[in-house]
């Protein structure tokens, strides 16, 4: 499912949506239950919500922390896979515990959860306010970035018209190529950068940031590139659009 389904609908609507209907998801979930409180409701909701986030949400998470270095986004992995997972789990199961202590119904804790699915849609939705250099512009070339924020084979991805984009600086200077694996189907952004090669950060395809060439496998197909044009320590692309 990950290979071909995920990777579809990463690819066709990208990553917030998936992150934003987790909540809506759970929403719907919780509140089916608490107005059917029965354990064929329990059996099916739980298979489906497995389903979502084992075949959707967890390989869509991840690829937000493919922006970070290799430490810091093994860390972040097992933070949320470990920690923050068993310790939901407990805490869920104490208010479970708890609430009915209090009088309150099985099938009306259910109401005690949706606001927190509510609180995951707004934190999906809130991540559009994180995308780096989002402009709007219809130029022959587009200022994105400076030289002074890129550090020597380091790349920083960039939203031009809707297009996203990884800007690496290597030894030969700046190149621009598609921020999207073309096998993996996640952002390059976090893969390691040596002269001018980049590996993808999840199966190590690697490809050439000058001709966006396949270099090694697991990839096959050549990433698109963009042209670069650099004015004192200003960094534009050329318009996708153009």
Known sequence: MQIFFTSYLLRK?????????????LLIAFGTYATYPTITAVLVLTVLIRVFEYGLNKPTRETVFTSLNKQDRYKSTVMMDTFVARTGDYFGGQAVTLLTVFGLAIGSVAYAALPIAVLLSIVG?????????KVQNSEDYIQVADTTDIELSHSVSVNVNGKKILICNTEEGFFAVQDMCTHALIPLCGGFIQGTLISCPLHGAVFDLKTGEVMAPPAFEDLETFK???????ISVKNPET
């Open 228 to 234: 670069v044009k650099i004015e004192g320590t200003s």
């Open 13 to 25: 609507i990208g990553i917030i949506p998936i992150l934003t209907l987790y909540g809506i998801f």
């Open 125 to 133: 939705t809130r991540l559009l306010k994180h995308q780096k250099f």
